[in-house]
């Protein structure tokens, strides 16, 4: 489990392609101090295993249904991508849950400056995963805990404070560009619970 508050942005080093998925080598820092192989680690958002750990970075393997699902089968040597370590018990929980099970991809609408080091992102995303959201919600973008501040049709506006664009991969991002997004999970199960309750129970939705 993650929160959503990345630690530092890697470098991809290495996409290898096989018949099978893939494997992507990050050359990474900050994150390195305490991982381990087997260890868990989000790219992006998205929960990976590291199976091989030096000083330099680390590797995790990519799945045909991760490649299906996420961004992540477009990134090429040189890329940054987002990385954070999972949640321990005694860290302060500073975003929301993230799991970093990717629900699908989104396209950048805009990454405009508002002054002062602030930026507005807004982001266009697949229209079944507009009923997770809601204003002032949170939603991770690449594994980026934000808060909606605007919804409007299928585009989900932030405000991107200086922080947070200058220690993420939001400073090399433009428009037209995939991103991994991942509902909270928690609107993802009353959603599903408000679902199966009004398929049993077709009066209690039409009262």
Not at 16 to 33: D, N, P, Y
Not at 99 to 120: I, K, Q, S, Y
Not at 198 to 203: E, K, N, S, T, Y
């Amino acid at each position: 489990m993650f929160t959503g508050i990345v630690e530092e942005a890697g470098r991809i080093r290495r996409m290898e392609r096989s018949s099978s998925g893939a494997r992507i080598q990050v050359e990474a820092s900050e994150v390195l101090s305490d991982l381990r192989r087997g260890g868990s680690i989000a790219v992006n958002g998205c929960c990976l295993t590291a199976v091989e750990v030096d000083e330099r970075g680390f590797a995790a393997d990519l799945s045909p249904e991760t490649l299906a699902r996420t961004g992540l089968g477009t990134l090429t040597g040189g890329d940054l991508v987002n990385l954070e370590r999972p949640l321990l018990p005694t860290s302060r929980l500073s975003g929301h849950f993230v799991l970093g099970h990717v629900d699908g991809t989104g396209t950048v609408d805009v990454l405009d400056p508002l002054g002062d080091g602030n930026w507005w992102l807004s982001v266009r995303i697949p229209r079944d995963l507009l009923k997770y959201l809601v204003y002032k919600g949170s939603v991770a973008i690449d594994g980026i805990s934000l808060t909606v501040a605007s919804l409007k049709g299928d585009t989900i506006g932030f405000a991107i404070i200086p922080h947070t664009y200058e220690v993420t991969n939001l400073a090399v991002r433009s428009a037209g560009e995939s991103v991994n997004i991942e509902c909270d999970v928690l609107a993802k199960h009353v959603t599903r619970l408000l679902e199966l309750r009004d398929g049993l129970h077709p009066q209690v939705a039409s009262g």
